[in-house]
């Protein structure tokens, strides 16, 4: 088998609401061999996943799927099953998927559901080779394959504090985007309303407090001054300043680099100078300067504050292990370190224990080596220190703080100046007030762990992330979301897009806009070019100032990596028009609907859909898939198929005795007439009124009011700086030009009307067309160019995937066979658009199909197309 193509689908998409993975599989001679014809395989494959029972597929009933193999299915839908499987044995609950036949035989679409994306990908790989092997008689070794798969998803996966912050934040639909591959920088929500993290380093952590908490000395200082036990201890910046301030003190001691956290090159407990040397010099292995402190005796407590409030109190114990009066001690270590819930670093619930330096020395101080036999329920200490991260347990406590030992903590939080806070405490108790007992705070923590509190190895787990969660966005409605207008639609997205985001700035509002031609944030550019795809739609949600986003929604970026989002507000379907048929599994115009109505499929059920009620396409499909409330425009103010809707209180917005207008139940109400909306020149753009209809009916679900619907339609011109590209009409010196994007048959036939209109005889195009058109269209293209204008100039600017000229050459074929044009090939399109304009005369109308808008202005700046009047006699 061999894949061809494999990608995930980060949003709704053509085959499913939800993220999932896209795999285009070619099963090659496994096409002729379903699996019924492979004696065992069944058995093989229950060995290999038992999980797999619980795959009720098509049958309905546990062990369905195993059903469809014993009695024969193909090796796509084999796949499917098996990569939904593996990613259900590393942790992540996955269970839908869908495998289907392409136009090519032997080639299938595999689908599947995917938590993480990296282990999505990587099951489908393995599921590839599992299947292939189960067919050739393969021995499997399952057990390589999932620790595989378990390196990508710890290579992967958020740490568990964040972790839980997005679980919260999730709980609540707010949405959340890791904004590095490689660290836990996350964002939740979107534009305005969005806040970040760094681990449990928040937007709002204060970056006075966090520098306060990274120095021990100021720490203790400021909570010192303010009543709060604190060990005494010196700063040290020499071994032999060490010792003098340990014998000042008087052993034991503590010593620990002046920054840092984790625990890392903290030695307590130090009762010789030999020790004192060794605890010197791993705390200078993190810092030039070591504090040298009194060692207070107790138990190592962790105190957890969250904007003000104590979440969570666990005591935590150095790693250890106990005797069984069997095993040495390497074997007890090993053993420990066997435990499912100890993993590298902070990617499980407890940290493996690693044997080094510090562990060596107190295994030296007990009188013991690692082979040493330790007798049962004898617990050997391997660590000074309690830290979670070292190979510490915790045991919660959060019921049993004294409240002056709550409100010590939260105190400490205000002192120090943090948002989330952790408190080492080392006390007897956490029962007792702290001045009734032997008790210190040793350091606090900026951006603590919560690992455990989340699942402490002793006691109940705490919802700190909730704490988080809750702290960022304190109103409980809140979902840190924006209204996301999403346009798609075979032709008229870009104008429309545009139109909708001025309505929303000439309301006031803040907007985002991404379209074909730019992304704008504020009205102003941030970036050039097509920007119609999930990218776009992501980078305007991730900008800190949006209050509204408008998306335009390509169908390639919907096949390629489906929305940027995953729900929206509004979503608007314009029409569905031949255009791409041929290109990723999009063969028919029903294929092409169901593409175009992923947007209306992913408004929010309290949302509202936008459909042109005169494209009977979208009447059947988009009214199908639509979700909320459904707002239709038309032509027709009689439209029989509204009739219903209408009577239902549905809105309708339409055109009735020169005015567009919104209609509801009885009630009709005027927006603006047609002739004072500039886009549709007085009518002769009938097209860019429908556009002006969905974007007045966007904005009024948006929440505008008419006045303001009204007001932002007569503001609107088609001109480059608003409009860039869309029916540009530039009078120059004795010759009209207008420039469009059209590219396709719909699109031109629309533009027919608005041509007739402005020009006379003398008609001048110049055209092209993408290569990956079907030949027909690029035919039927030139024959439409040929209704339109007299002489045509076809150039080439981008043939995709055909020989050079190969595109020009149809497209001008199709002009010729009409019969009634001229038509030449020009390759580079200035070089056509230079031949135009040379052959114009006083009076004859440009139609410039082009890219290049600025430079056909500036060829226009102080040329005269004017006929010199003829010289006195």
Same mark, same amino acid.
Not at 333 to 349: C, S, T, Y
Not at 524 to 534: A, E, K, L, N, T
């Given at each position: ?78 796949? %499917?099953?098996? /990569? ?7 942790? !992540? ?22 938590? *993480? $994306? ?48 997005? /679980? ?126 009194? !060692?207070?005796?107790?138990? @190592? ?12 109190? /666990? ?61 049962? *329920? ?21 019921? @049993? ?8 903590? $939260? ?16 006390? %007897? ?29 002793? #006691? ?22 924006? &209204? ?49 795809? &999930? ?29 940027? !989002? *995953?729900?929206? @507000? ?12 041929? $290109?990723? %599994? ?100 009938? !097209? ?32 480059? #700086? ?60 030139? /024959? ?11 150039? $080439? ?6 020989? &050079? ?46 890219? *290049? ?21």
């Amino acid at each position: 088998m061999k894949i061809l193509e494999h990608r995930a689908l980060r949003g709704p998409n053509y085959y499913s609401r939800y993220q999932t993975i896209y795999m285009r599989l070619d099963i090659e001679g496994l096409e002729h061999r379903p699996s019924d014809g492979v004696p065992g395989i069944t058995e093989r494959l229950q060995e290999a996943l038992p999980g797999i029972y619980e795959h009720r597929c098509s049958v309905g009933e546990r062990g369905g799927f195993l059903q469809r193999v014993q009695n024969g299915t193909y090796a796509g839908h084999m796949v %499917e099953h098996m /990569a939904i499987e593996l990613q259900n044995e590393i942790g !992540f609950s996955v269970g839908y998927g869908k495998t289907v036949d392409s136009y090519e035989t032997g080639v299938y679409n595999v689908i599947y559901r995917y938590r *993480d $994306e990296a282990c999505g990908l990587a099951a489908g790989k393995e599921a590839v080779a599992i299947v292939e092997g189960l067919f050739n008689g393969e021995d499997i070794d399952m057990a390589a394959v999932i620790a595989r798969l378990k390196r990508v998803r710890d290579d992967n996966m958020l740490g568990p504090s964040t972790a839980s912050i997005v /679980a919260a934040a999730r709980r609540r639909d707010i949405p959340f985007y890791r904004l590095t591959e490689d660290t836990s920088y996350i964002q939740l929500g979107h534009g305005c309303r969005q806040q970040r993290c760094q681990a449990t380093v928040t937007g709002k952590t204060s970056i006075l407090g966090h520098g306060i908490a990274d120095d021990k000395d100021w720490t203790k200082q400021i909570l010192g001054d303010a009543g709060i036990p604190v060990p005494y201890g010196r700063i040290c910046y020499s071994l032999e300043e060490a010792l003098d301030a340990a014998a000042y003190i008087g052993y034991p001691v503590v010593t620990k680099p002046l920054t840092g956290n984790h625990g890392r090159g903290v030695t307590t407990g130090i009762a010789t100078e030999d020790e004192l040397r060794e605890g010197y010099d791993a705390a200078c292995r993190h810092h030039d300067s070591v504090v040298v402190e009194q !060692f207070i005796t107790g138990e @190592d407590h962790r105190l957890l504050v969250i904007d003000g409030k104590l979440i969570a109190a /666990a005591r935590r114990r150095p790693a250890h292990v106990v005797g069984d009066g069997k095993s040495t001690l390497r074997e007890l270590i090993e053993k420990e370190n066997a435990d499912p819930r100890r993993g590298v670093g902070h990617e499980n619930l407890l940290t493996q224990i690693h044997i080094d330096e510090q562990t060596e020395r107190m295994i030296e101080q007990a009188g013991l080596t690692l082979d040493s036999v330790i007798p049962a *329920d004898e617990i050997v200490w391997l660590k000074s220190t309690a830290n979670i991260s070292t190979g510490g347990t915790a045991a919660d406590l959060t019921d @049993d703080v004294h409240p002056e030992v709550r409100y010590a903590a $939260e105190r400490i939080g205000r002192l120090i100046g943090l948002d989330i806070i952790g408190i080492d405490l080392l006390a %007897e108790t956490l029962t007792k007030p702290l001045d009734q007992q032997s008790a210190g705070v040793v350091e606090v923590n900026a951006g603590p762990g919560f690992r455990m509190h989340l699942s402490p190895t002793h #006691g109940k787990g705490r919802p700190v992330g909730d704490a988080v969660a809750a702290m960022l966005f304190p109103d409980v409605e809140d979902n840190g979301r924006v &209204p996301i207008t999403a346009v798609t639609g075979t032709n008229g997205k870009t104008t429309t897009t545009r139109l909708i985001a001025h309505l929303l700035r000439h309301s006031g509002r803040q907007v985002g806009m991404a379209c074909t031609g730019t992304i704008e944030i504020d009205n102003h550019v941030i970036m050039r070019g097509d920007y119609s795809g &999930p990218l776009a739609a992501q980078t305007v949600l991730k900008e800190p100032t949006v209050e509204h986003a408008v998306l335009e929604v390509a169908r390639g970026g919907i096949l390629r990596r489906g929305l940027g !989002f *995953d729900a929206c @507000d509004v979503g608007v379907l314009l029409n569905i028009a031949s255009d791409h048929l041929g $290109e990723r %599994e999009i063969h028919t115009l029903e294929d092409l609907a169901r593409c175009k109505t992923v947007v209306v499929d992913a408004v929010k059920p309290e949302g509202a859909c936008v459909l042109n009620a005169d494209d009977p396409l979208v009447m059947e499909h988009g009214t199908y898939w639509s979700r909320g409330r459904i707002f239709y425009f038309t032509m027709n103010p009689d439209n029989p198929d509204l009739a219903d809707h209408a009577a239902g209180y549905g809105v309708v917005f339409t055109v009735k005795d020169g005015w567009i207008i919104m209609r509801r139940g009885q009630v009709e109400a005027q927006i603006v007439e047609v002739n004072d909306v500039p886009i549709a020149f007085e009518g002769h753009a009938p !097209f860019n009124v429908q556009n002006a209809m969905a974007a007045a009916a966007a904005g009024y679900a948006l929440g505008l009011t008419l006045g303001d619907i009204g007001m932002g339609l007569q503001t609107f011109h088609p001109t480059p #700086g608003m409009l860039p590209g869309r029916t540009n009409l530039i009078e120059a010196d004795g010759i009209r030009c207008l420039i469009d994007y059209g590219h396709n048959v719909p699109a031109l036939t629309a533009l027919e009307p608005l041509v007739a209109g402005l020009g006379p005889a003398g008609r001048i195009g110049v055209a092209s067309a993408p290569g990956n058109r079907r030949d027909e269209d690029l035919t039927a293209l030139g /024959a439409q160019l040929a209704r339109m204008v007299n002489r045509l100039y076809v150039c $080439e600017s981008d043939p995709r995937g055909r020989e &050079p000229g190969e595109a020009a050459r149809l497209i001008r074929g199709g002009a010729e066979a009409a019969g009634t044009c001229e038509a030449d090939i020009v390759m580079k399109e200035d070089d056509a658009i230079d031949q135009a304009m040379d052959a114009a005369s006083e009076g004859d109308l440009l139609l410039l199909l082009v890219d *290049d808008i600025d430079g056909v202005v500036q060829r226009l700046k102080g040329r005269s197309f004017r006929t010199p009047a003829p010289m006195p006699v």
